[in-house]
């Protein structure tokens, strides 16, 4: 009986550190996210997490999206500190910080819901005739509107 040949699983983080190509490239720019995200949220403790969240980043600056201009003015107060946390962090790649109220960010599609159809009403001719032979000894009112559905038999 031969040993198995047991093989040392290969770490998938590797795997897209070691390459460079759009996944890598999407890997990286998510883990950055994921970091900028937690210094702001350390620096921020009472911030709800629904109300921000790092849109993007470029050059030395992160867009922090929020969905009102209260938590906008709230992100401004602690705007300093943010700063210096991220230069510390970042080894001064991020210092600055800019702020944009996406109001629909936290609206949801709303859910398509099929309207009941109109439904074509159909009568046959014999129904159809058999309301106007009622509708002759009828009063004037309930005739018109037993005419009317003797119509949709013509349609």
């Known amino acids: 009986m031969m ?11 590797h795997l897209l550190k070691s390459s ?5 490239q999407i890997a990286a ?14 620096t921020c403790p009472d911030l709800p997490a629904e109300v921000w969240h ?19 003015q709230r992100l401004q107060f602690e705007r300093m500190k943010i700063c210096q946390q991220l230069a ?9 910080i800019e702020i944009k109220v996406s109001p629909y960010r936290n609206k949801q599609a ?19 005739k058999q309301l106007n032979e009622v509708a002759e000894n009828a009063p004037e009112s309930l005739k018109r509107k037993l005419q ?6 013509k349609k």
């Open 20 to 24: 460079s190509g759009t996944l890598a």
């Open 110 to 128: 709303p859910i398509n819901q099929q309207t009941p159809e109109a439904k074509t009403q159909f009568i046959s001719s014999k129904t159809a």
């Open 29 to 42: 720019k998510t883990n950055s996210l994921t970091l900028l995200a937690d210094i702001v949220r350390q």
């Open 3 to 13: 040993a198995r040949k047991t093989k040392n699983p290969i770490d998938a983080s």
């Open 88 to 96: 510390q962090a970042t080894n001064n790649d991020f210092n600055q």
């Open 148 to 153: 009317q559905l003797a119509r949709l038999a």
């Open 54 to 72: 790092i849109g993007n980043f470029r050059q030395n600056c992160i867009i922090i999206e929020v969905i009102s201009s209260i938590w906008g």
